[in-house]
C-alpha cells in the first residue's frame, strides 16, 4: 500500500516560484503605470492628487489578490489530482484481479489463488 505522500509535495517549491516571479512581474507592471501616469500628469501641468494613489493602491490589491486566490486554487487542484491519481493507481494493485501475473497474490484483498 502506498503511505509515502512525498511525491504529491515535489512539484509545489517549482509551481509556488513561478507564482512569486508572476507577482512581482505584476508589481512591477502597476509601479511603472503609476510612474509613467505620474510623469504624464507632471509634462500636462495637471494636479496630482491622491486619487492616482488611490486607484494604485486598490489596482496591486485586486491584481494580487486574485493571484493568491488562483495558487490556492491551483495548489488545491493539485493536491487533489495527485490524491486522485494515487488512489486510481492503489485501487488497480488492490482490487482489480489478474489473470497474467501474480499481481492478486501480493495483495491483503485476495486469497492468494490466480
Same mark, same amino acid.
Given at each position: *500500500?502506498i503511505?509515502?505522500? #512525498?511525491?504529491?509535495?515535489? +512539484?509545489l517549491?517549482?509551481?509556488?516560484?513561478?507564482?512569486?516571479?508572476?507577482?512581482?512581474?505584476?508589481?512591477?507592471?502597476?509601479?511603472?503605470?503609476? *510612474?509613467? +501616469?505620474?510623469?504624464?500628469?507632471?509634462?500636462?501641468?495637471?494636479?496630482?492628487?491622491?486619487?492616482?494613489?488611490?486607484?494604485?493602491? #486598490?489596482? #496591486?490589491?485586486?491584481?494580487? +489578490?486574485?493571484?493568491?486566490?488562483?495558487?490556492?486554487?491551483?495548489?488545491?487542484?493539485?493536491?487533489?489530482?495527485? *490524491?486522485?491519481?494515487?488512489?486510481?493507481?492503489?485501487?488497480?494493485?488492490?482490487? *482489480?484481479?489478474?489473470?497474467?501475473?501474480?499481481l492478486c497474490?501480493?495483495?491483503?484483498?485476495?486469497?492468494g489463488?490466480?
Open positions: *500500500m503511505t509515502d505522500y #512525498t511525491h504529491i509535495l515535489a +512539484g517549491p517549482v509551481m509556488y516560484l513561478i507564482e512569486v516571479i508572476a507577482m512581482f512581474a505584476v508589481l512591477i507592471a502597476i509601479a511603472m503605470d503609476l *510612474m509613467f +501616469g505620474w510623469r504624464k500628469a507632471k509634462e500636462r501641468n495637471e494636479a496630482r492628487t491622491s486619487y492616482a494613489l488611490t486607484r494604485t493602491i #486598490t489596482k #496591486t490589491s485586486l491584481y494580487e +489578490g486574485v493571484m493568491l486566490i488562483f495558487l490556492c486554487i491551483d495548489t488545491l487542484v493539485h493536491f487533489v489530482w495527485a *490524491m486522485f491519481i494515487s488512489s486510481i493507481i492503489l485501487c488497480s494493485y488492490c482490487f *482489480m484481479p489478474c489473470r497474467c501475473c501474480d497474490c501480493r495483495s491483503n484483498f485476495h486469497d489463488k490466480s
